[in-house]
């Protein structure tokens, strides 16, 4: 019989996994869905019952079959997109125009050695601060092309993020402050482009510090 799911989560505190198939399992952005993968049976006929009679939402066949062919690519993406944020972190690191670069594999970074501990590599998502006013950051990130100015991750291309005025921006600046959200923080889904387009393309736009 159904029980409320949440009672079932507290009662049992089970190793429950949640996926936003949207992003890298997907990774062409061109489709919406995820996944909640348990083996525990209680708690698998509980999330089956609240998706099927609660919410009553399921994934569109074609979003099923979009899903599947780019769970193909996967372990091919990632590699590349890891590839390339680590290129891209040696390039920004000791940059003169940022003056904070966070990124797992570097070994400063505070969760460092958790990282490699939980993880085979380090991902696709870098952030660094530049040497610049909140404008002045945005200017920067206008002039880029190669990037595209977008909030999401995980697809094939390269986007760029500022999240004072993007991701963030629903966060007072008191919040933002409280968080770590600095004006000249900029994210960087790192996409598969060859790296030394994306290189040159930051390159450009730091010129105009």
């Known amino acids: 019989m159904h029980r409320d799911l949440g009672k079932v989560?507290?009662?049992k505190r089970p190793d429950v996994v949640i996926h936003s198939a949207t992003k890298y399992l997907n990774g062409h952005s061109d489709s919406i869905g995820g996944a909640i993968l348990t083996d525990d049976d209680e708690i698998?006929?509980?999330?089956?019952?609240t998706q099927a009679y609660d919410l009553g939402g399921t994934l569109a066949p074609f979003d099923c079959y979009l899903t599947l062919r780019g769970l193909r690519t996967l372990p091919l993406r990632m590699d590349q997109h890891e590839t390339n944020a680590a290129k891209l972190v040696r390039f920004l690191d000791g940059h003169p125009a940022t003056i904070q670069v966070n990124y797992p594999g570097l070994q400063q970074h505070p969760q460092h050695d958790l990282a490699r501990e939980q993880m085979d590599g380090f991902g696709g998502i870098v952030s660094f601060e530049l040497d610049a006013t909140g404008v002045e950051t945005q200017a920067v990130l206008e002039e880029l092309t190669t990037f595209t100015l977008a909030v999401s991750l995980g697809g094939t291309e390269s986007l760029v993020d500022h999240p004072a005025t993007m991701s963030a921006s629903y966060l007072s600046d008191a919040e933002r402050e409280e968080a770590g959200i600095p004006d000249s923080l900029v994210r960087i889904p790192v996409g598969i482009e060859h790296v030394d387009d994306l290189r040159a393309d930051?390159?450009?736009?730091?010129?105009?510090l």
């Open 9 to 11: 989560f507290a009662q």
């Open 44 to 49: 698998a006929d509980s999330v089956r019952h």
């Open 202 to 208: 930051l390159g450009r736009a730091f010129v105009h």
